[in-house]
């Protein structure tokens, strides 16, 4: 008598980016003893937010080209000649001049990221792992039930268990006064919403791509980029706009840095840190990493044979004397003039193919340092914080080219400009709409300026652990707060007794600092408020894992964690 074989019943939460990688491993597992179900809140798969009309219109581009994209099923290359002529049309490719190192429209690349969960689910019937997508699906509630080891995922119409699941639910940007206060927007997404005619001054918060992404949708709304014969890119604001001009408020008062050719395109470099050494290093300190081994290992000794000389000009310098010296240039040119300078320098770099070493580097720093961060002293986790990830923000932003361009010619124009703010700024709402900024001049003299119409731009805020989403976890206390231990007592105790509400101390008299998010181990399971992970439930949602990985690589992230989750479902044995 045949027996039946019971399968594994795997739910992915989220048909993102992420969902797709994590749908990617286990449909080329090579086993076949599980069924998978995909919820997804959207009526399409693989574009997420970033890549879908949430997160972009049709001016707005990747900053990776298809050469820095993890493999899938087919490269971009490939598929880009299956596009129907009409979407190729619509954002202007060439299929002729295209190669593996151009830039895609984001809304094009969303569509090749469909596609690509489309060759995967034929690629799971063909294996016969059955797959069940649910549309328009959005799930309002987790609970786990620690007798069975089943989670169970609760939507609007039902519930279902499951012995694992992955929450990839992507993106997430909590509304607090847009729709109340008249011209104020939480974010720029989606981006939709500022297709609006101004004829005022726009405060933009922030300069990083999300900060650019609404520059550029603004000012196609209010006027008109145009190209002479040598291809020189201008802004004419359009006669209804005359007073409309964009005010960048950034901390650093600096404009991210522009996209270069990438040696090492997908970001991991052969000499960096095993596994087993960051164990060894922790082993023999007190179970910490020390931030200052990685960046010596991870960073500083990557140059002696790439490039001596920038070795010689650093290898005695601390994070703290290397940072001073990067952003000393940066503060030295006014903010469009470096950004000219570094756009003929990428473009050369491009040209040639060869990469700025030292920026790629810290790209791969901090791609390297995501995944252990949570084994960082609170000592060190401050440092991250405060010292290293302001640079690392700026050079790694990778502004694409076209961007450059765009917000040179509105520079030009008079139409665009950035203001450095302290980190005692503070935006006010205002109840009759608009906000007033306020903030100290370079000399330090108070100001505070109304604005009729706000973006808040700073990208995705890293969000706390009571904003987790799926209430039955956070009572049956299945989750936890994220918190890093200080490795001074006295240092703790110091930050303590000055009343810092982001340091608590235990039962046994440690000191920890409060991170963003929850607590998770290294293979992005979930830590409840006992200590214990838990071996059924995983999650690669990042604003929720803010605090653990404070620098998540868009898609390198996706492909690094979706296999550290693979391997703990010992590949499904």
């Given at each position: 008598m045949k027996t039946e074989v019971i399968k594994k019943r795997i739910a992915i939460l989220g048909g993102g980016p992420s969902g797709l990688f994590m749908y990617k491993r286990l449909v080329e597992s090579g086993k076949t003893n599980f069924e998978i179900d995909i919820y997804e809140r959207k009526s399409t798969l693989g574009a997420g937010m970033p890549y879908s009309?949430?997160?972009?219109?049709?001016?707005?581009?990747?900053?990776?080209?298809?050469?820095?994209?993890?493999?899938?099923?087919?490269?971009?290359s490939e598929w880009i000649l299956t596009v129907p002529a009409t979407i190729l049309e619509r954002f202007k490719i060439d299929t002729a001049n295209f190669t593996e190192y151009k830039v895609l429209p984001r809304l094009l690349f969303g569509y090749y990221l469909a596609d690509q969960f489309k060759l995967l689910e034929q690629k799971a019937d063909e294996a016969g792992i059955t797959t069940r997508i649910h549309y328009q699906s959005n799930v309002v509630d987790i609970s786990y039930n620690e007798e069975g080891k089943e989670v169970w995922v609760e939507t609007s119409t039902a519930r279902d268990k499951f012995d694992y699941?992955?929450?990839?639910?992507?993106?997430?940007?909590?509304?607090r006064f847009e729709g109340k206060v008249k011209g104020y927007y939480d974010a720029p997404y989606p981006p939709s919403k500022l297709l609006l005619k101004l004829n005022h001054t726009v405060a933009i918060k922030g300069s990083s791509l999300t900060a650019i992404d609404a520059i550029r949708t603004l000012a196609r709304e209010n006027g008109t980029f145009l190209k002479d014969e040598n291809g020189n890119i201008s802004f004419q604001n359009h006669s209804e706009s005359p007073d409309f001009k964009i005010i960048m408020h950034s901390r650093s008062g600096m404009l991210p840095a522009v996209r270069f050719h990438l040696e090492d395109s997908h970001l991991k470099n052969s000499s960096l840190l095993t596994e087993e050494e960051i164990g060894i290093h922790r082993k023999n300190n007190d179970g910490f990493l020390?931030?200052?081994?990685?960046?010596?290992k991870n960073f500083k000794e990557t140059f002696r044979d790439k490039d001596p000389n920038f070795y010689d000009r650093i290898k005695d310098l601390s994070i703290e004397d290397f940072v001073t010296e990067m952003m000393e240039l940066r503060e030295r040119l006014e903010p469009f003039q470096l950004l000219k300078a570094e756009y003929i320098q990428a473009e050369k770099s491009i040209k040639r193919e060869q990469s700025v070493y030292w920026k790629e580097m810290l790209a791969v720093l901090s791609f390297a340092m995501n995944h252990p961060a949570k084994y960082l002293s609170a000592e060190d986790m401050q440092r991250l914080q405060k010292v290293l990830m302001p640079l690392i923000s700026?050079?790694?932003?990778?502004?694409?080219?076209?961007?450059?361009?765009?917000?040179?010619?509105?520079?030009?124009?008079g139409v665009l400009d950035i203001i450095p703010v302290g980190d005692d700024s503070n935006v006010e709402p205002q109840?009759?709409?608009?906000?007033?900024?306020?903030?100290?001049?370079?000399?330090?003299?108070?100001?505070?300026?109304?604005?009729?119409?706000?973006?808040?731009?700073?990208?995705?805020?890293?969000?706390?652990y009571t904003d987790f989403p799926f209430k039955s976890l956070l009572s049956q206390k299945s989750v936890s707060p994220a918190?890093?231990?200080?490795?001074?007592?006295?240092?703790?105790?110091?930050?303590?007794?000055?009343?810092?509400?982001a340091i608590e101390k235990d039962g046994e008299g440690s000191y920890f600092l409060s991170v963003s998010g929850i607590a998770i181990n290294d293979n992005f399971q979930i830590i409840d408020q006992y200590g214990a992970y838990n071996e059924n439930l995983y999650i690669m949602a990042v604003p929720y894992i803010g605090g653990y990985n404070p620098d998540y690589s868009g898609l390198d992230f996706c492909e690094a964690a979706s296999l550290h989750i693979l391997n703990s479902m010992g590949g499904l044995e």
């Amino acid at each position: 008598m045949k027996t039946e074989v019971i399968k594994k019943r795997i739910a992915i939460l989220g048909g993102g980016p992420s969902g797709l990688f994590m749908y990617k491993r286990l449909v080329e597992s090579g086993k076949t003893n599980f069924e998978i179900d995909i919820y997804e809140r959207k009526s399409t798969l693989g574009a997420g937010m970033p890549y879908s009309q949430e997160g972009a219109n049709d001016e707005h581009v990747t900053n990776i080209s298809d050469n820095e994209t993890p493999g899938i099923v087919t490269s971009v290359s490939e598929w880009i000649l299956t596009v129907p002529a009409t979407i190729l049309e619509r954002f202007k490719i060439d299929t002729a001049n295209f190669t593996e190192y151009k830039v895609l429209p984001r809304l094009l690349f969303g569509y090749y990221l469909a596609d690509q969960f489309k060759l995967l689910e034929q690629k799971a019937d063909e294996a016969g792992i059955t797959t069940r997508i649910h549309y328009q699906s959005n799930v309002v509630d987790i609970s786990y039930n620690e007798e069975g080891k089943e989670v169970w995922v609760e939507t609007s119409t039902a519930r279902d268990k499951f012995d694992y699941v992955v929450i990839c639910t992507g993106h997430n940007w909590p509304v607090r006064f847009e729709g109340k206060v008249k011209g104020y927007y939480d974010a720029p997404y989606p981006p939709s919403k500022l297709l609006l005619k101004l004829n005022h001054t726009v405060a933009i918060k922030g300069s990083s791509l999300t900060a650019i992404d609404a520059i550029r949708t603004l000012a196609r709304e209010n006027g008109t980029f145009l190209k002479d014969e040598n291809g020189n890119i201008s802004f004419q604001n359009h006669s209804e706009s005359p007073d409309f001009k964009i005010i960048m408020h950034s901390r650093s008062g600096m404009l991210p840095a522009v996209r270069f050719h990438l040696e090492d395109s997908h970001l991991k470099n052969s000499s960096l840190l095993t596994e087993e050494e960051i164990g060894i290093h922790r082993k023999n300190n007190d179970g910490f990493l020390s931030l200052d081994f990685v960046f010596q290992k991870n960073f500083k000794e990557t140059f002696r044979d790439k490039d001596p000389n920038f070795y010689d000009r650093i290898k005695d310098l601390s994070i703290e004397d290397f940072v001073t010296e990067m952003m000393e240039l940066r503060e030295r040119l006014e903010p469009f003039q470096l950004l000219k300078a570094e756009y003929i320098q990428a473009e050369k770099s491009i040209k040639r193919e060869q990469s700025v070493y030292w920026k790629e580097m810290l790209a791969v720093l901090s791609f390297a340092m995501n995944h252990p961060a949570k084994y960082l002293s609170a000592e060190d986790m401050q440092r991250l914080q405060k010292v290293l990830m302001p640079l690392i923000s700026i050079v790694i932003a990778f502004v694409p080219q076209k961007s450059c361009t765009e917000l040179l010619a509105l520079h030009h124009a008079g139409v665009l400009d950035i203001i450095p703010v302290g980190d005692d700024s503070n935006v006010e709402p205002q109840t009759e709409g608009g906000i007033v900024y306020h903030f100290s001049d370079q000399d330090q003299n108070p100001m505070s300026v109304y604005y009729e119409t706000f973006v808040d731009c700073v990208g995705q805020p890293h969000l706390s652990y009571t904003d987790f989403p799926f209430k039955s976890l956070l009572s049956q206390k299945s989750v936890s707060p994220a918190r890093i231990r200080f490795k001074s007592n006295e240092v703790g105790h110091l930050a303590f007794s000055q009343g810092n509400s982001a340091i608590e101390k235990d039962g046994e008299g440690s000191y920890f600092l409060s991170v963003s998010g929850i607590a998770i181990n290294d293979n992005f399971q979930i830590i409840d408020q006992y200590g214990a992970y838990n071996e059924n439930l995983y999650i690669m949602a990042v604003p929720y894992i803010g605090g653990y990985n404070p620098d998540y690589s868009g898609l390198d992230f996706c492909e690094a964690a979706s296999l550290h989750i693979l391997n703990s479902m010992g590949g499904l044995e």
